[in-house]
């Protein structure tokens, strides 16, 4: 027996020993290995070049493969193929690695291939930035387009939090507007007893601190719409953008350490005779000079190994942002107890519905930390299965974005199939747009940040999200409404995935609703991105009109709502489409633009349609060139679409649509009586 557990331990000694040697490999292999730099957004901004294009060949040959400075910009090329491009690294980090992020940048660039055949792009790296376009933008101040991200989690005391964090922001603003060399400008500043804010402010070296102030003052008034009370928060624009945490996430500026003192010089000994145990001391002290190090290096390697990881680890929690990717969450994750939620709708009474269609009820709810939810109660016929349930459900998890209605969770009891999501106060945007009441509560600033809204959820589901999707019922009460009267896409229960560099799809099944749905479509089955940049079209001239593109039919006005804005358009009286409560409140200029951007989405032609990334940059950049002039819009009259669909076609209406729907939909709404086409099998 003794002999047995002294060959354990020996055995445990050696395997402590081997993990240990272990641990310090992998240590000195990851301190020598260059961090990967991480991806953190992009914008793909206008026309598309052609593969093997001459511009592409500028474009290839414009990035260098050393930068010497944290800022780089070159031409390259002759007009119209000339290219202009920045490279730019933050200004808290060192030469080496704003290389590294450089190399890194361009290789992702050009084997991702990020932006494919955009002529313009801008792509943000934790430490660097690349960016280029066919347009000279050197020198100029652009705030547009621009991106929020945020951290999920609140902190503990809003109200005192937001006050430090803005004067910290604004000091910061200030340094780095009245620098003109660096344009960059880090601190922090504490806020209670135990924690600190931390805030980075940068912008681009080539425009004037006049305007670096300007643009930095500019991002940081957008803190309270898009983080108040947030731990962690970014806005991010062309020429300059801000980040704050609650962790040092910016390099400290390093000192470093003085100089060794030289050693001094050893005495003279008095006397030449040996000393005693002179060898055995010196064997003692090399080993001790051995051991002790080796020691030393392994304890401190633990250390290093296990702060590494920790800092990972916490940085990652704390900086999971809901406006691009974020953690995928497991179908174990997202499941609720059917009591609890049957119990949350008051046993799913007649007082809490909120609206009933072929998909089942949703009704409004409350869970037991207070939250307000709508609850979704699935047809118990839907034919889908449990495992294809949580499969879909899964997938509409990581979806996440302020401008998309967020899935809180599933309940699987039987036969009973529940979603649950957040509750939209407000309802859905039809609601409002087409009571003759109500509609007077979206004045044009309202509608103006709807129509934003919903084209920043679009860009997300064509280019940004993990999963390249195609909606496919894009319409008004689709369209959700918070609080603060912020639109939500919802509603994917007909959607569609993409792989990335797919460009289209056929089906010979059918589903959307009439009235919203692309010609290429209904013919021919073919759908894409562009399909859903026809809805957005179309949506955009209700919004603006406040009236159903159903509503037209058959009226002595015109035989559609695109018919009768091509007409005004063409008649050069294209403001008098817009709904009467707006004409004395409105900004013409947006209001025309709107227009023009609407009738550009609704061409017939889907290589003449514009990308939801430049609809983006059409609504917001009023010096840009002025778009192209639409061509009639799909449907109208002289156009070579037919006006019928295809035969095999089943239509319902939606109170009694396809029982084979899943996903979110109306949440938070009542019925509604648009004609929708469905499909026939079980999703």
């Given at each position: 027996m003794v002999t047995r557990n002294k060959k354990i331990g020996n055995g445990s000694i050696f395997f402590i020993y081997l993990f240990l040697l272990s641990i310090l490999l992998i240590t000195i292999q990851d301190t020598t290995a260059q961090p990967q730099p991480d991806f953190v957004y992009k914008f793909c901004l206008g026309d598309n070049y052609t593969t093997g294009s001459t511009f592409q060949a500028n474009l290839n040959r414009l990035f260098p493969s050393s930068i010497q400075n944290r800022y780089y910009n070159a031409t390259n090329g002759q007009s119209p193929d000339n290219v202009y491009g920045s490279l730019q690294c933050r200004g808290d980090i060192q030469q080496d690695e704003c290389q590294s992020c450089v190399d890194f940048a361009i290789q992702d660039f050009n084997k991702t291939g990020r932006c494919p055949n955009s002529k313009q792009a801008i792509i943000w790296y934790e430490k660097c930035m690349l960016r280029y376009s066919n347009q000279n933008y050197f020198n100029i101040m652009q705030e547009s387009p621009g991106v929020y991200l945020w951290n999920p989690n609140n902190v503990s005391n809003p109200e005192q939090f937001n006050l430090i964090l803005g004067e910290l922001m604004n000091d910061l603003a200030g340094k780095a507007g009245s620098s003109f060399s660096t344009n960059?400008?880090?601190?922090?500043?504490?806020?209670?007893?135990?924690?600190?804010?931390?805030?980075?402010?940068?912008?681009?070296?080539?425009?004037?601190?006049?305007?670096?102030?300007?643009?930095?003052?500019?991002?940081?008034?957008?803190?309270?719409?898009?983080?108040?009370?947030?731990?962690?928060?970014?806005?991010?624009?062309?020429?300059?953008?801000?980040?704050?945490?609650?962790?040092?996430?910016?390099?400290?500026?390093?000192?470093?350490?003085?100089?060794?003192?030289?050693?001094?010089?050893?005495?003279?000994?008095?006397?030449?005779?040996?000393?005693?145990?002179?060898?055995?001391n010196n064997s003692s002290k090399l080993?001790?000079?051995?051991?002790?190090?080796?020691?030393?290096?392994?304890?401190?390697?633990?250390?290093?190994?296990?702060?590494?990881?920790?800092?990972?680890?916490?940085?990652?929690?704390?900086?999971?942002?809901?406006?691009?990717?974020?953690?995928?969450?497991t179908a174990e994750s997202l499941h609720f107890n059917f009591s609890?939620?049957?119990?949350?709708?008051?046993?799913?009474?007649?007082?809490?519905?909120l609206g009933e269609g072929g998909f089942g009820s949703v009704y409004k709810g409350t869970?037991?930390?207070?939250?307000?939810?709508?609850?979704?109660?699935?047809?118990?016929?839907?034919?889908?299965?449990?495992?294809?349930?949580?499969?879909?459900?899964?997938?509409?998890?990581?979806?996440?974005?302020?401008?998309?209605?967020?899935?809180?969770?599933?309940?699987?009891?039987?036969?009973?199939?529940?979603?649950?999501?957040?509750?939209?106060?407000?309802?859905?945007?039809?609601?409002?747009?087409?009571?003759?009441?109500?509609?007077t509560q979206l004045d044009w600033e309202r509608r103006y940040k709807i129509i934003a809204g919903v084209a920043r959820g679009l860009v997300y589901l064509h280019e940004e999200s993990r999963l390249k999707i195609i909606h496919r019922d894009l319409k008004a009460s689709n369209i959700l409404l918070d609080m603060d009267m912020n639109s939500k896409i919802a509603d994917f229960g007909m959607a569609r995935i993409f792989v990335h560099d797919q460009t289209q799809e056929r089906t010979s099944k059918i589903v959307g609703t009439y009235g919203y749905m692309a010609p290429e479509y209904i013919m021919h089955g073919h759908f894409s991105v562009k399909s859903d940049v026809f809805s957005f079209g179309v949506l955009i001239?209700?919004?603006?009109?406040?009236?159903?593109?159903?509503?037209?039919?058959?009226?002595?006005?015109?035989?559609?709502?695109?018919?009768?804005?091509?007409?005004?358009?063409?008649?050069?009286?294209?403001?008098?489409?817009?709904?009467?409560?707006?004409?004395?409140?409105?900004?013409?200029?947006?209001?025309?633009?709107?227009?023009?951007?609407?009738?550009?989405?609704?061409?017939?032609?889907?290589?003449?349609?514009?990308?939801?990334?430049?609809?983006?940059?059409?609504?917001?950049?009023?010096?840009?060139?002025?778009?192209?002039?639409?061509?009639?819009?799909?449907?109208?009259?002289?156009?070579?679409?037919?006006?019928?669909?295809?035969?095999?076609?089943?239509?319902?209406?939606?109170?009694?649509?396809?029982?084979n729907e899943s996903v979110v939909s109306e949440v938070a709404m009542g019925s509604v009586n648009e004609v929708t086409i469905t499909e026939l099998d079980p999703r």
């Amino acid at each position: 027996m003794v002999t047995r557990n002294k060959k354990i331990g020996n055995g445990s000694i050696f395997f402590i020993y081997l993990f240990l040697l272990s641990i310090l490999l992998i240590t000195i292999q990851d301190t020598t290995a260059q961090p990967q730099p991480d991806f953190v957004y992009k914008f793909c901004l206008g026309d598309n070049y052609t593969t093997g294009s001459t511009f592409q060949a500028n474009l290839n040959r414009l990035f260098p493969s050393s930068i010497q400075n944290r800022y780089y910009n070159a031409t390259n090329g002759q007009s119209p193929d000339n290219v202009y491009g920045s490279l730019q690294c933050r200004g808290d980090i060192q030469q080496d690695e704003c290389q590294s992020c450089v190399d890194f940048a361009i290789q992702d660039f050009n084997k991702t291939g990020r932006c494919p055949n955009s002529k313009q792009a801008i792509i943000w790296y934790e430490k660097c930035m690349l960016r280029y376009s066919n347009q000279n933008y050197f020198n100029i101040m652009q705030e547009s387009p621009g991106v929020y991200l945020w951290n999920p989690n609140n902190v503990s005391n809003p109200e005192q939090f937001n006050l430090i964090l803005g004067e910290l922001m604004n000091d910061l603003a200030g340094k780095a507007g009245s620098s003109f060399s660096t344009n960059f400008a880090s601190g922090n500043r504490s806020f209670d007893d135990f924690q600190r804010a931390y805030g980075l402010v940068e912008c681009t070296p080539d425009i004037s601190s006049g305007s670096c102030n300007r643009c930095l003052s500019g991002a940081i008034s957008d803190i309270p719409n898009c983080c108040d009370g947030k731990q962690g928060g970014r806005v991010i624009r062309p020429s300059c953008n801000i980040r704050y945490e609650l962790y040092t996430f910016f390099e400290s500026t390093v000192i470093p350490p003085p100089p060794p003192p030289l050693p001094s010089p050893t005495p003279p000994s008095s006397t030449n005779a040996p000393v005693p145990n002179e060898n055995r001391n010196n064997s003692s002290k090399l080993t001790i000079s051995i051991v002790v190090p080796l020691v030393v290096a392994v304890l401190l390697a633990l250390a290093l190994g296990f702060f590494c990881f920790q800092r990972k680890r916490t940085q990652k929690n704390k900086y999971s942002y809901v406006d691009d990717e974020t953690p995928v969450s497991t179908a174990e994750s997202l499941h609720f107890n059917f009591s609890t939620i049957s119990a949350a709708t008051n046993n799913f009474s007649e007082a809490n519905k909120l609206g009933e269609g072929g998909f089942g009820s949703v009704y409004k709810g409350t869970l037991p930390d207070g939250r307000q939810i709508a609850v979704k109660r699935l047809s118990k016929y839907s034919g889908q299965g449990d495992l294809e349930f949580k499969n879909e459900v899964t997938l509409v998890a990581k979806l996440q974005h302020r401008n998309l209605v967020q899935l809180i969770g599933f309940s699987l009891a039987g036969e009973e199939k529940l979603l649950i999501y957040e509750f939209m106060p407000n309802a859905s945007l039809d609601q409002f747009l087409f009571d003759p009441v109500k509609c007077t509560q979206l004045d044009w600033e309202r509608r103006y940040k709807i129509i934003a809204g919903v084209a920043r959820g679009l860009v997300y589901l064509h280019e940004e999200s993990r999963l390249k999707i195609i909606h496919r019922d894009l319409k008004a009460s689709n369209i959700l409404l918070d609080m603060d009267m912020n639109s939500k896409i919802a509603d994917f229960g007909m959607a569609r995935i993409f792989v990335h560099d797919q460009t289209q799809e056929r089906t010979s099944k059918i589903v959307g609703t009439y009235g919203y749905m692309a010609p290429e479509y209904i013919m021919h089955g073919h759908f894409s991105v562009k399909s859903d940049v026809f809805s957005f079209g179309v949506l955009i001239l209700e919004i603006l009109c406040g009236q159903k593109n159903s509503s037209f039919h058959q009226s002595s006005i015109a035989q559609d709502l695109l018919s009768y804005v091509w007409r005004h358009w063409n008649n050069g009286s294209a403001i008098e489409i817009l709904d009467p409560t707006l004409k004395d409140t409105c900004s013409r200029s947006e209001v025309m633009r709107c227009i023009h951007v609407a009738l550009l989405c609704v061409q017939e032609d889907v290589a003449d349609r514009p990308t939801m990334p430049t609809v983006i940059q059409m609504l917001y950049s009023y010096s840009a060139t002025d778009p192209a002039l639409p061509s009639a819009p799909a449907f109208f009259i002289g156009s070579t679409v037919n006006m019928e669909p295809q035969s095999n076609l089943v239509y319902s209406e939606e109170q009694g649509s396809s029982k084979n729907e899943s996903v979110v939909s109306e949440v938070a709404m009542g019925s509604v009586n648009e004609v929708t086409i469905t499909e026939l099998d079980p999703r």
